[in-house]
Nanobody
Framework: VQLQASGGGLVQSGGSLRLSCAAS????????MGWHRQAPGKQRELVAT??????TNYADSVKGRFTISRDNAKTVYLQMNSLKPEDTAVYYC??????????????WGQGTQVTVSS
């Protein structure tokens, strides 16, 4: 099972980026998917999550600016608008995946860098 994230980059303050993450491999089902981020010298923090029913949850710092969505069971997006320098971080996608018949496990993508210049 792999999570492949893409879409990071360098953007000016106030700009937008869209991250995507696709799960692949031997997968029976994908439950919650989400994004975390880690800025230099800081702990990894939750950004947003979405259930396979479409319910969403956001960190207070991104509410009203970021939107998480899924277009199928295995792909998740993070639309980031009105970006601020403090949004600069490595963004990791994560998912709860049932790879077979023996339980659900959390998987992480490789991380994609988002840099917002002031």
């Amino acid at each position: 099972v792999q999570l492949q994230a893409s879409g990071g980059g360098l953007v000016q303050s106030g700009g937008s980026l869209r991250l995507s993450c696709a799960a692949s491999g031997s997968i029976s089902s994908v439950n919650d998917m989400g994004w975390h981020r880690q800025a230099p010298g800081k702990q990894r923090e939750l950004v947003a999550t979405i259930t396979n029913g479409g319910s969403t949850n956001y960190a207070d710092s991104v509410k009203g600016r970021f939107t998480i969505s899924r277009d199928n069971a295995k792909t998740v997006y993070l639309q980031m608008n009105s970006l601020k320098p403090e949004d600069t971080a490595v963004y990791y996608c994560t998912a709860l995946i049932r790879p077979g018949t023996r339980g659900v496990f959390r998987y992480w993508g490789q991380g994609t860098q988002v840099t917002v210049s002031s």
